[in-house]
């Protein structure tokens, strides 16, 4: 791939479905900063214009393409929070929603706590080749104790979401597409956007300052500046209404 003659190189990407979305942004970043880079060419090659008047005429569109890849960089994130949503729903153990059902979950949580290492140990194996009672299962996932804390439960979890994965491999196949695809299109852009900042003789500070102005919080975060920065330079804009636009 090149950007105003700048090379940079991507890995293969390996898509069994169908085209990807986040792929065409990419590309539609890609385009629009290879087309400002004309334009800057066209504009700064032009000898009836002064210095001031090629800035006049690259500002709006530098402030054009560092939109365009707010905005893009916006959609990738919106496709990143779709791939973890589908994981979350394949995952999904649930809450219990009547009393019998929250006595039977705690029911199951004190056998579990009861149970000897022999009696664990055997109902891990069962889980892991796909024999457990998966309403037991459940139940102990939705214990409050976070699983991070507890190697058992940890364990427990990993089995059960590959039983989950195993009982829907074409579910699985596709979310895992969709995330290979956006991973390379995340690496992607860090190159686009690298390369936009020495293209267009700006730094993060003056990014973050239109982003500001525009009110896009989404935008800021998702080109990967903070909350705190974002909302330091909202309170330094608010102090100081009349500086440059």
Request: proline share 5%; aromatic share 8%; glycine share 6%.
């Amino acid at each position: 791939y090149t950007l105003n003659g700048q090379s940079f190189d991507l890995p293969e990407l390996n898509r069994t479905g169908g085209p990807s979305p986040a792929v065409a942004t990419f590309h539609k970043s890609l385009d629009a900063a290879n087309s400002f880079a004309a334009a800057k060419h066209q504009v700064n090659d032009d000898p009836a214009l002064s210095s001031i008047g090629k800035m006049a005429k690259l500002i709006p569109l530098k402030k054009a393409l560092w939109r365009q890849l707010a905005a893009s960089s916006k959609e990738i994130a919106a496709a990143r929070r779709e791939v973890e949503a589908k994981t979350a729903i394949l995952y999904e153990v649930g809450t219990p929603t009547t009393p019998y059902e929250v006595a039977i979950d705690r029911e199951i949580r004190d056998w579990w706590q009861g149970a000897n290492a022999e009696k664990r140990t055997a109902f891990l194996h069962a889980v892991s080749n796909g024999t457990a009672d998966l309403a037991m299962v459940v139940a102990l996932l939705r214990s409050p104790v976070p699983a991070l804390f507890d190697l058992e439960m940890r364990g427990l979890k990993e089995a059960f979401e590959k039983q989950m994965r195993d009982a829907d491999p074409d579910l699985w196949a596709a979310i895992e597409d969709d995330g290979r695809a956006i991973d390379w299109t995340e690496r992607g852009m860090n190159f686009v956007i690298a390369l936009t900042y020495a293209l267009t003789e700006t730094n993060r500070g003056e990014v973050l300052k239109e982003l500001v102005r525009d009110g896009d919080y989404a935008g800021a975060i998702a080109l990967g500046y903070s909350p705190d920065e974002f909302a330091i330079e909202k309170r330094l804009a608010a102090a100081k209404p009349a500086y440059a636009a």
